[in-house]
């Protein structure tokens, strides 16, 4: 079980009990699947973590805080069937831990794994043009936008494209 | 690859039952991309829905500890169908589901051994108290089999599909 450590995190693999707090964040507005989201869609899309994993080996990790042991996101590779290229992605789940740069944090190290561990020859991250909280981090981060790049079908994002770290 | 741990494998007469793996994947997407899945997908099934639908079926298998089996016939690689224990977290009881992606097997009783198979590691080895089998009332092949399993419709039992037609058959402890 691949495993990441930064300052103030561990990334780990998802695990059965991460669901309560995966599901307050898709019922939630800061979730594109809204407060209206039905538990059975929000629980398809939790069960496909560990399918990616099991499918790719490799998938999204779980960040967990150090100093409390929280689960409040999930970051990192993820190349579902039908998108055109590999994506590093970062989500926080608890609005609580929002702004304080455990994003940013996550984002670098699974970036940083998909490129040396995995050895992705590029890597892009697909975001909402009215996210901007994201394009901030993408932009931290040293990714640019990439007109020449195509979004997957379903969304109709900017494709920002990552560079390995110096 | 991350492999899942401690999967049963389950064994019948011409049939070998067990965990779904990768290499399954074109085979499960060619069948939720096919006509033949018309009973069991959304109508507007593509190659994203389809990746989320196969993890689901991997999922399953972390989240619950059980799931569906993906079945060959013994000694062929070839994946047939998939077919036994199935729970989303919405769903009023769990089911015993089964799909056939290989239009070549049918008729041939492969399903209804399967399916046997996976009913009975539910009902025996995981030790449900009972078990049932949402069914479409066009999905006629689906019913014959249900029927033949010994399971009979439940008019009084819930489905998940809200206002859509969904027949419920309950299967009986045991071997009929």
Known sequence: MTRLDTPRLVLRHPEPGDWPAYFAYCASARSPLGVDCPEGKAWTNFAAFFGHWHLRGFGRFVLTRRDTGAAIGHAGPFRPAGHPEREITWTIWDPACEGQGYAFEAAVATRDHAFRDLGWPTAVSYIDPANTRSQRLAARLGAVIDPAARPPADFPAEVWRHRRAA | MTALSSTP?????????????????????????????????????????AWRGFGHVIGMWVLRGYGQFVFHLTGQDRPLGMCGPWHPVDWPEAEIGWSVWDEGCEGQGIAQEAARAARDHALGTLGWPTAVSYIDPENHRSIRLAERLGARPDHAAAHPFADEPCLVY????GAP
């Open chain 2, 9 to 49: 494998t389950l064994t019948t007469a011409r049939l070998t039952l067990r965990a779904p793996q990768a290499a399954d994947w074109p085979h499960f997407l060619a069948f939720a991309l096919s006509d033949r899945s018309s009973f069991v997908r959304a109508p507007d099934i593509d190659e994203g829905k």
């Open chain 2, 170 to 173: 309950r299967h009986p402890r």
